[in-house]
T-cell receptor, first 113, second 114 residues
Framework: DVKVTQSSRYLVKRTGEKVFLECVQD?????MFWYRQDPGLGLRLIYF???????EKGDIPEGYSVSREKKERFSLILESASTNQTSMYLC????????????FGPGTRLTVT | KNEVEQSPQNLTAQEGEFITINCSYS?????LHWLQQHPGGGIVSLFM???GKKKHGRLIATINIQEKHSSLHITASHPRDSAVYIC????????????????FGQGTILTVHP
Protein backbone atom coordinates (compact mmCIF):
# COMPACT_ATOMS: atom_id res chain seq x y z
CA ASP A 1 0.00 0.00 0.00
CA VAL A 2 1.16 3.48 -0.83
CA LYS A 3 1.74 5.55 2.24
CA VAL A 4 1.98 9.32 2.37
CA THR A 5 2.69 10.75 5.80
CA GLN A 6 2.69 14.33 7.03
CA SER A 7 4.66 15.55 10.01
CA SER A 8 1.74 16.93 12.03
CA ARG A 9 -2.05 16.58 12.06
CA TYR A 10 -2.58 19.83 13.94
CA LEU A 11 -0.28 22.83 14.23
CA VAL A 12 -0.72 26.22 15.89
CA LYS A 13 1.74 28.98 15.05
CA ARG A 14 2.02 32.70 15.65
CA THR A 15 1.99 35.38 12.97
CA GLY A 16 5.50 35.93 11.60
CA GLU A 17 6.84 32.50 12.55
CA LYS A 18 8.60 30.32 10.00
CA VAL A 19 6.64 27.10 9.53
CA PHE A 20 7.82 23.81 8.05
CA LEU A 21 5.39 21.13 6.88
CA GLU A 22 6.97 17.84 5.92
CA CYS A 23 5.64 15.12 3.67
CA VAL A 24 7.13 11.68 3.06
CA GLN A 25 6.03 8.99 0.58
CA ASP A 26 7.26 5.43 0.43
CA UNK A 27 6.42 4.38 -3.14
CA UNK A 28 9.27 5.98 -5.09
CA UNK A 29 6.84 8.36 -6.79
CA UNK A 30 8.32 11.04 -9.03
CA UNK A 31 5.57 13.60 -8.45
CA MET A 32 4.75 15.28 -5.17
CA PHE A 33 2.22 18.03 -4.52
CA TRP A 34 1.23 20.49 -1.83
CA TYR A 35 -2.38 21.68 -1.70
CA ARG A 36 -4.42 23.81 0.60
CA GLN A 37 -8.10 23.15 1.14
CA ASP A 38 -10.52 25.82 2.27
CA PRO A 39 -14.33 25.69 2.58
CA GLY A 40 -15.99 26.71 -0.66
CA LEU A 41 -12.69 26.89 -2.56
CA GLY A 42 -11.86 23.22 -2.90
CA LEU A 43 -8.32 21.95 -3.37
CA ARG A 44 -5.81 24.45 -4.70
CA LEU A 45 -2.30 23.58 -5.79
CA ILE A 46 0.46 25.51 -4.03
CA TYR A 47 3.55 23.82 -5.47
CA PHE A 48 4.40 20.73 -7.42
CA UNK A 49 7.64 18.79 -7.82
CA UNK A 50 8.32 16.20 -10.56
CA UNK A 51 11.85 15.28 -9.52
CA UNK A 52 14.45 15.93 -6.86
CA UNK A 53 15.31 19.62 -6.71
CA UNK A 54 12.69 20.36 -9.42
CA UNK A 55 9.65 22.44 -8.56
CA GLU A 56 6.89 24.28 -10.30
CA LYS A 57 4.54 26.93 -8.95
CA GLY A 58 0.92 26.01 -8.66
CA ASP A 59 -2.10 28.29 -8.55
CA ILE A 60 -1.37 29.98 -5.21
CA PRO A 61 2.41 29.99 -4.50
CA GLU A 62 2.58 33.44 -2.88
CA GLY A 63 3.86 33.26 0.69
CA TYR A 64 5.12 29.71 0.30
CA SER A 65 8.30 27.96 -0.78
CA VAL A 66 9.21 24.29 -1.11
CA SER A 67 12.19 22.01 -0.88
CA ARG A 68 12.79 18.58 -2.35
CA GLU A 69 16.28 17.34 -1.56
CA LYS A 70 15.34 13.65 -1.57
CA LYS A 71 12.85 11.83 -3.78
CA GLU A 72 10.68 10.67 -0.90
CA ARG A 73 10.44 13.99 0.96
CA PHE A 74 8.74 17.25 0.00
CA SER A 75 8.67 20.18 2.40
CA LEU A 76 6.40 23.21 2.39
CA ILE A 77 7.76 26.35 4.04
CA LEU A 78 5.83 29.37 5.19
CA GLU A 79 8.58 31.97 5.51
CA SER A 80 6.50 34.32 7.68
CA ALA A 81 3.16 32.85 8.63
CA SER A 82 0.09 35.05 8.35
CA THR A 83 -3.47 34.53 9.56
CA ASN A 84 -4.73 34.09 5.99
CA GLN A 85 -2.58 30.97 5.77
CA THR A 86 -4.76 29.23 8.34
CA SER A 87 -5.99 26.24 6.41
CA MET A 88 -5.87 22.48 5.86
CA TYR A 89 -2.67 21.49 4.00
CA LEU A 90 -2.60 18.25 2.06
CA CYS A 91 0.36 16.53 0.49
CA UNK A 92 0.02 14.02 -2.34
CA UNK A 93 2.25 11.90 -4.55
CA UNK A 94 1.89 10.09 -7.85
CA UNK A 95 3.88 8.51 -10.61
CA UNK A 96 4.96 10.83 -13.42
CA UNK A 97 2.44 10.86 -16.25
CA UNK A 98 -1.01 12.08 -17.16
CA UNK A 99 -3.14 9.16 -16.03
CA UNK A 100 -1.96 8.09 -12.60
CA UNK A 101 -3.93 8.56 -9.43
CA UNK A 102 -2.67 10.74 -6.64
CA UNK A 103 -2.23 9.39 -3.12
CA PHE A 104 -2.94 11.84 -0.33
CA GLY A 105 -1.57 12.26 3.15
CA PRO A 106 -3.88 12.76 6.15
CA GLY A 107 -3.52 16.54 6.09
CA THR A 108 -2.20 19.15 8.52
CA ARG A 109 -4.67 21.59 10.05
CA LEU A 110 -2.61 24.77 10.50
CA THR A 111 -3.89 27.65 12.61
CA VAL A 112 -1.97 30.93 12.58
CA THR A 113 -2.88 33.27 15.44
CA LYS B 1 -7.18 25.59 -18.52
CA ASN B 2 -9.65 22.82 -17.81
CA GLU B 3 -12.67 23.98 -15.84
CA VAL B 4 -14.43 21.40 -13.68
CA GLU B 5 -17.98 21.86 -12.45
CA GLN B 6 -19.72 19.57 -10.01
CA SER B 7 -23.38 19.43 -9.10
CA PRO B 8 -25.02 19.53 -6.74
CA GLN B 9 -22.78 21.27 -4.20
CA ASN B 10 -24.78 19.82 -1.31
CA LEU B 11 -26.89 16.70 -1.27
CA THR B 12 -28.99 15.27 1.54
CA ALA B 13 -30.54 11.82 1.26
CA GLN B 14 -32.32 9.21 3.33
CA GLU B 15 -30.70 5.85 3.85
CA GLY B 16 -31.41 3.52 0.94
CA GLU B 17 -31.83 6.24 -1.69
CA PHE B 18 -30.05 6.20 -5.05
CA ILE B 19 -27.54 9.06 -5.28
CA THR B 20 -26.15 10.77 -8.38
CA ILE B 21 -23.34 13.34 -8.43
CA ASN B 22 -22.42 15.00 -11.70
CA CYS B 23 -19.16 16.38 -13.07
CA SER B 24 -18.59 18.37 -16.26
CA TYR B 25 -15.29 19.56 -17.67
CA SER B 26 -14.33 21.89 -20.49
CA UNK B 27 -11.28 20.32 -22.18
CA UNK B 28 -10.88 16.79 -23.52
CA UNK B 29 -9.07 14.46 -21.13
CA UNK B 30 -7.33 11.09 -20.94
CA UNK B 31 -8.84 10.06 -17.60
CA LEU B 32 -11.12 11.37 -14.88
CA HIS B 33 -10.80 10.75 -11.15
CA TRP B 34 -13.41 10.45 -8.43
CA LEU B 35 -12.17 11.01 -4.88
CA GLN B 36 -13.77 10.72 -1.46
CA GLN B 37 -13.04 12.65 1.71
CA HIS B 38 -14.69 11.73 5.02
CA PRO B 39 -15.03 14.45 7.68
CA GLY B 40 -11.66 15.00 9.31
CA GLY B 41 -10.12 12.38 7.07
CA GLY B 42 -7.72 12.22 4.20
CA ILE B 43 -8.66 11.92 0.56
CA VAL B 44 -8.85 8.54 -1.12
CA SER B 45 -9.20 7.69 -4.77
CA LEU B 46 -12.41 5.86 -5.68
CA PHE B 47 -12.11 5.56 -9.45
CA MET B 48 -9.98 6.55 -12.38
CA UNK B 49 -11.76 6.04 -15.67
CA UNK B 50 -11.24 6.98 -19.29
CA UNK B 51 -14.33 5.44 -20.90
CA GLY B 52 -17.55 3.62 -20.14
CA LYS B 53 -18.34 2.53 -16.63
CA LYS B 54 -16.61 1.19 -13.52
CA LYS B 55 -18.22 -0.42 -10.48
CA HIS B 56 -16.93 -0.99 -6.98
CA GLY B 57 -19.43 -2.33 -4.50
CA ARG B 58 -22.35 0.09 -4.36
CA LEU B 59 -20.45 2.80 -6.25
CA ILE B 60 -20.68 3.18 -10.01
CA ALA B 61 -18.84 5.77 -12.10
CA THR B 62 -19.67 6.53 -15.72
CA ILE B 63 -18.08 8.84 -18.24
CA ASN B 64 -19.16 10.24 -21.60
CA ILE B 65 -16.05 11.54 -23.33
CA GLN B 66 -17.95 13.20 -26.18
CA GLU B 67 -20.18 15.16 -23.81
CA LYS B 68 -17.32 15.84 -21.34
CA HIS B 69 -19.42 14.58 -18.47
CA SER B 70 -19.13 12.00 -15.71
CA SER B 71 -21.47 10.77 -13.01
CA LEU B 72 -20.91 9.01 -9.72
CA HIS B 73 -23.81 6.89 -8.51
CA ILE B 74 -24.31 5.33 -5.08
CA THR B 75 -26.92 2.61 -4.83
CA ALA B 76 -28.68 1.83 -1.52
CA SER B 77 -26.98 4.76 0.22
CA HIS B 78 -25.89 4.41 3.84
CA PRO B 79 -24.92 6.97 6.50
CA ARG B 80 -21.28 5.84 6.19
CA ASP B 81 -21.36 7.18 2.60
CA SER B 82 -21.60 10.69 4.07
CA ALA B 83 -18.51 12.46 2.76
CA VAL B 84 -17.27 15.00 0.25
CA TYR B 85 -17.00 13.60 -3.28
CA ILE B 86 -14.53 15.30 -5.59
CA CYS B 87 -14.12 15.02 -9.33
CA UNK B 88 -10.70 15.75 -10.88
CA UNK B 89 -9.23 15.85 -14.38
CA UNK B 90 -5.66 16.22 -15.70
CA UNK B 91 -4.59 19.85 -15.82
CA UNK B 92 -3.99 21.04 -19.36
CA UNK B 93 -1.33 23.61 -20.11
CA UNK B 94 0.25 25.25 -23.15
CA UNK B 95 2.73 22.38 -23.51
CA UNK B 96 -0.09 19.85 -23.48
CA UNK B 97 1.49 17.73 -20.72
CA UNK B 98 0.30 18.00 -17.17
CA UNK B 99 2.96 15.73 -15.58
CA UNK B 100 0.21 14.35 -13.40
CA UNK B 101 -1.25 17.60 -12.09
CA UNK B 102 -4.99 17.53 -11.51
CA UNK B 103 -7.69 20.18 -11.60
CA PHE B 104 -10.37 19.57 -8.99
CA GLY B 105 -14.05 20.32 -8.81
CA GLN B 106 -15.40 22.13 -5.77
CA GLY B 107 -16.70 18.93 -4.27
CA THR B 108 -20.17 17.66 -3.40
CA ILE B 109 -21.03 17.37 0.28
CA LEU B 110 -23.22 14.28 0.74
CA THR B 111 -25.13 13.65 3.94
CA VAL B 112 -27.10 10.42 4.30
CA HIS B 113 -29.55 10.28 7.19
CA PRO B 114 -30.59 6.98 8.82
Amino acid sequence: DVKVTQSSRYLVKRTGEKVFLECVQDMDHENMFWYRQDPGLGLRLIYFSYDVKMKEKGDIPEGYSVSREKKERFSLILESASTNQTSMYLCASSRWGIAYEQYFGPGTRLTVT
Amino acid sequence: KNEVEQSPQNLTAQEGEFITINCSYSVGISALHWLQQHPGGGIVSLFMLSSGKKKHGRLIATINIQEKHSSLHITASHPRDSAVYICAVPTSNAGGTSYGKLTFGQGTILTVHP
